[in-house]
């Protein structure tokens, strides 16, 4: 409404000048001469333009991609002002003035590339939703393919051949630019087949997809580079320093300098699998929740398939959902791990590195629980891999702990006993980092020194917390310095004061696995009251999702900590209590809501209208549907499972939908957009 | 020594006062001489007021009267003046031979005019250029040879007939504030540069102030002052107190080429007698002050004074001395020195060759001495020389007239243009030019009213076009197109047009040649020659690049080849029966508001009676009778008033002012909305919330 209200205030004033220009001229061709020189009228006469400009290209945006989404927005909201940056870079090597073709020329340029964004951007979505098969041949995408192609295609002839729209350079400089756009469009058009091609045979798991893929992208920033080097080329006799086509020919290089080297990770990664990637035990499956973070399926042992098979849905051929455990610990599908890979080459939840393990070629395939003990004797031994488990930020922020770190290597019995070893000697040996849960370690907060009194005194104080409950999972994953894994421990409640030795704090980093275990809930809760007793020097618990070194700062003042900031903290605590609560409410809901989605399913069988029937249209992700709700994009690209981002795009205030997690859906966007240009 | 009746110039001896030229001289006139400006602001009044009496004083033998009863024959009926003599040429000449036989200038120079232009008399290029002498030399009592130096304001500010140029015009205002600034400035900064400025306008004068030679000396005394401090307020003595005692020397180099200047127009002040009595000795005094601050005008002015021979002895050795001091700081009244030296000297050459360089400058009397030299051997540039004197010295076209009514500035522009003076011609004509408003000329039928206008301008346009003015031969051209004040002939607009290319290859010309082999009107239709019209138009100014492309595009698409054609043909139909409409709705508009009816009330008078009208008895009874309704008279004259004003004064800032107020009422409106949106979202965000709650 805004906007055609500046239309018709736009053409209205256009109109006033035009009729004020006739009117104190005696011709048309005074008019034009005036209309042509004076500031006043240029200036309305360019409003227009641009009023007109951007009016054809809402339409057309409108035509070809419907209304957008609020990320999109914010994508093409960054794009512009890239966009806008690069051009002023590129004004700079030009010498004569800016003409009004120069200009039109550029605004061209900045809608095409806005578009071209988009449709790459689209096309990336298509992927996750093609899995429902409702690709036609004529949608809208295609359309603006066409339309797209034929816009640059005609661009390009243009600056090849009229004279008048600048002098040579301007118009090379036009001619790269489009058809820089152009060859992107025409790949991601070949992506786009690529991905039909897996949507038609879903039955058929594609390996070599990602082989394809990395293929064109690579052919892509190699022809890049070329048109940028020809640029270059052509602009190095006239201009000194051609920085924009510099900056480009860095850019397209780093680009590519940086997918192939990603690549080459990925094909580490993946190389084999099987070997690197140990298969989980039961057990270990038993201890997490059995739910894969990917696709939010439960995972089975090969060996313990699920009672009802039957009921579930065939699975297509090769696609092996066999789950895989990560260095790290954390659990995954196959297929889900591969297609994560593909990606980045961390582990999806905690971020760590999924490569560094092998930095040790174990030369032949060990059997899966072999595997696990080696992994699990190598985990608490620093010495013999430095970088196992360790996040570079940790190793740096946790530097006094080193020498103590080197007496690690004197524990004797890494296998059997609890943390109670350790506490006694604490001051000797302290370990790195202490494994727990799935998702939760122990990290020594930086800057602590008066540990081994107060370690004592928790040791004596405690001692019957200390034992571990034997759970033989524990010892085999995480090493002695286990989380005792039990809820129904009686002794628990006061454990876990014991347990977290002073200077030392609990760090999650899954939120997930914890607000499905009510346990865990509870025992912040215990953790917190327990507080309350001991007073100030308790271990400080800091939930933590992703960056570890993010809480560095505010531990570092800990021991120095008065009361006033514990009952802060304490504070602090009781809401992120009151939150998990809450998204565990959410949670229940959800379940609710997917075993009467699985209900329908199997009634109806028909995919599309549960879509439609059981949430907000917001799944839609192809954008016809118009709805303007904030999509948590991070779900919707990590999962092929549409039915999973139900829950985080339902409710724009949900606590799923947390700053960190917004933030984190951005980093995604940023990067595909930095793929894309 | 030789005090007020010493002569003035070695060439031809001419004494300063008009009153002490010898009885029966041709140089002898009876009345001092006025510039045009002034001789309209005392005589239009009494003219609208009472022409009869005018008449009758004409009769007597004013020639004064003679010379404006000539006029008002020769510009015939003027509804807009009030002025309804006949237009009648015989008669017309008889009043300025009377007038002429007493010598009044006016008379002789509108005499010169004619003969030059074969107007109402045989062509005679010796007799006009014999008139334009006699002129020139009877005016040139008004210059003063050292510091008259007039900015030439035809050639600064031409009268742009097209608004092509869209230079920023001569503003007024501005030049008010100027003067309060500068007032401020030099009276509580205490500035010397701003105390020399603000007398230079008190001793000159501008449009808006008159000349104050009071208060010039004060302000010039002032700026001495500053440096000299204590010095009397009479100029002789305080020239006497500095030769006396000395005081310290100016500090800085601005400093002593502002005193130097003071000094110098203080000098040429007492010389030409505007402090009371011409004074050389008084002039050459405070000449040397500025030769003791190293003045190089003031080396030039006493060489002049040695040439000259008083108050000191002629002195050849000098002269040369300080002239080629002078020199060789191209100092411009060094020029002018040198050249009248070199040309009492009989060095003709030379004497051009300085001459030519101090009118490049400005110098006035140097115009005349090069006209005087082309006299007889170039009598072309000669007449041309003489031209430019004439109307510099007599200000036939000023800003002055700026500062005038519409009424009176319009008189003065006609009377100029009937005395020959290019740019007035141009600008009465197009005072009266029914066409300069495009919007206005297609909206609005021509009346009769319109005609008699376009009469009157296409008499001067024709007459400035016969001097090869480019503009107005396209303006011609545009008449015979329209048909306006003659009958619609297209054949002789296009000749016209060709013929303003010919001369000078003018865009807008090359563009109407384009447009009428594009239209078919006057040639056939002819879109290859349209092609190659706008495509010279293009090449002699870019300025034509939007008309040019417009006219390319229609041609494309009204081009028989193309399949757009037909489309275009039919919207274009569409168009023109819409604009019909809005043409009809405006006029009855314009109908409903003035129930008077502009062309109704106006008497029919075919041009043919006025010219027969007997020239004894100009009745101004009749005259007031035959003014159109004052209703319409007021309307033409708003409308007049407000273009001249925002041709003149600040159409630029009028321009802006409107956008501005559009762009920032536009913009308000959509900030309240936004903030209501705004408000309305937080408000229902609030409802939400505790309906959550």
Known sequence: MKFILYVLASLVLFGLSVLLSLYSSANVYSATVMISQSPVHITIGLNVCLCLFFAIANALKTLLFG?????????????????????????????????????????????????????????????????????????????????????????????????HLGDKSTRMLFVCEFSVLLLNLTIEASKLCIYLYEARHLDQVWDEKSTYLFRLEVCRDGLRLLAYSLLFMYQFPYVSVPIYSIRQMYTCFYSLFRRIREHARFRQATRDMNAMYPTATEEQLTNSDRTCTICREEMFHPDHPPENTDEMEPLPRGLDMTPKRLPCGHILHFHCLRNWLERQQTCPICRRSVIGNQSSPTGIPASPNVRATQIATQVPNPQNTPTTTAVPGITNSSNQGDPQASTFNGVPNANSSGFAAHTQDLSSVIPRRIALRDGWTMLPIPGTRRIPTYSQSTSTTNPSATPTTGDPSNSTYGGPQTFPNSGNNPNFNRGIAGIVPPGWRLVSSNTQSLSTNSAMTSLYQNASSADNNLGSSLPNVVPLSRGLTQSNETSNTFPAASSNISSQLRELHTKIDELRETVSNFRADYNSIRTSLNQLEAASGINERIQTTSADSLLNSNGMSGTEGFENTQTSITTNDNQSSILTSSDQTSPFATDEDRQNSRNVQLETVDENF | ???????????????????????????????????????????????????????????????????????????????????????????????????????????????????????????????????????????????????????????????????????????????????????????????????????????????????????????????????????????????????????????????????????????????????????????????????????????????????????????????????????????????????????????????????????????????????????????????????????????????????????????????????????????????????????????????????????????????AAARNHIHSLIKIGDFYRMGLGTSAKPELAFSYYSQAAAIHPSALAYWRLGWMHEYGVGVPVDFEMAKKNYDNALMHDTRAFLAVTLARLRMRLSSPDSWFSNIYRILGKVTYKFLKLVQYFIINIFDILSPAGPDSQLPPEPPTLQVDRTPQQPDPQETSESLPSPNTEEMGESYNDIRFTYDYIDGRFLETACVTLIVVVVGLVLMRRHQQHRLQERRERIIRRQNRA
């Open chain 1, 67 to 163: 209304s957008l989404q609020t990320f999109e927005l914010e994508l093409l909201y960054e794009q512009f002002w890239i966009t806008l940056t690069e051009i002023m870079l590129a004004i700079t090597v030009f010498r004569e003035a800016i003409s009004i073709s120069f200009f039109m020329l550029l605004s061209t340029l900045m809608f095409a590339r806005v578009f071209h964004s988009i449709c790459s951007f689209r096309t990336e979505r298509l992927q996750i939703q093609l899995t429902d098969q409702r690709f036609h041949i004529f949608s809208r995408l295609t359309c603006a393919y066409f339309v797209l192609s034929i816009l640059d295609a005609s661009l390009i002839y243009l600056c090849f051949t009229s004279e």
């Open chain 2, 1 to 463: 020594v030789i005090g007020g009746e010493f002569s003035y110039d070695n060439i031809d001896k001419k004494p300063i006062l008009v009153a002490s030229y010898p009885e029966g001289s041709r140089f002898n006139v009876s009345a001092s001489i006025k510039t045009l400006p002034d001789l309209v602001t005392l005589t239009f009044p009494k003219l609208v007021k009472d022409p009869g009496y005018v008449y009758e004083e004409a009769e007597k033998g004013d020639p004064e009267s003679q010379f404006l009863i000539a006029m008002l024959y020769a510009m015939g009926p003027d509804e807009r003046l009030g002025l309804s003599f006949p237009r009648n040429e015989p008669l017309s000449r008889i009043f300025l031979e009377l007038s002429a036989t007493q010598n009044y200038t006016y008379a002789l120079l509108a005499l010169a005019y004619k003969h030059l232009n074969g107007l109402s008399t045989p062509m005679s290029v010796d007799k006009g250029v014999e008139l334009y002498k006699q002129v020139a030399h009877q005016i040139s009592c008004l210059v003063q040879p050292l510091s008259h130096f007039a900015p030439d304001i035809a050639a600064e500010y031409p009268v742009d007939l097209y608004d092509l140029s869209r230079t920023s015009s001569y503003s007024v205002q501005k030049k008010d504030d100027i003067v309060e600034y500068l007032k401020d400035y030099a009276l509580r900064g205490n500035n010397i540069s701003a105390h020399i400025s603000l007398a230079t306008i008190y001793q000159y004068g501008t449009p808006g102030k008159l000349k104050d030679i009071k208060l010039a000396v004060k302000h010039y005394l002032a700026a001495i002052r500053l440096v000299n401090s204590g010095i009397p307020d009479s100029p002789s003595e305080a020239i006497k107190s500095i030769h006396n005692n000395p005081r310290h020397a100016p500090t800085t180099k601005e400093t002593a080429n502002s005193l130097s200047i003071a000094a110098f127009r203080l000098g040429c002040m007492a010389l030409h007698g505007e402090l009371g009595k011409p004074d050389p000795s008084l002039a050459y005094a405070w000449f040397e002050y500025g030769v003791s601050l190293n003045h190089s005008s003031s080396k030039a002015a006493i060489a002049y004074m040695y040439f000259m021979g008083y108050p000191v002895a002629e002195n050849t050795e000098s002269i040369t001395k300080l002239l080629e001091n002078a020199l060789a700081s191209n100092d411009p009244l060094a020029f002018a020195v040198a050249g009248k030296v070199s040309l009492a000297n009989g060095q003709i050459d030379e004497a051009t060759v300085h001459l030519i360089r101090a009118v490049s400058n400005g110098h006035l009397e140097s115009v005349l001495h090069i006209a005087d030299i082309y006299y007889g051997s170039n009598n072309q540039l000669s007449i041309a020389y003489y031209e430019n004197f004439i109307s510099r010295v007599l200000e036939l076209f000023d800003v002055k007239t700026i500062s005038f009514d519409p009424l009176t500035r319009h008189f003065a522009h006609r009377l100029s243009a009937e005395l020959g003076n290019l740019m007035s011609q141009i600008l009465a004509a197009k005072d009266r030019d029914p066409s300069t408003s495009y919007l206005k000329t297609v909206i609005f039928p021509t009346n009769e009213q319109t005609h008699r206008n376009a009469r009157i301008a296409m008499n001067y346009y024709s007459r």
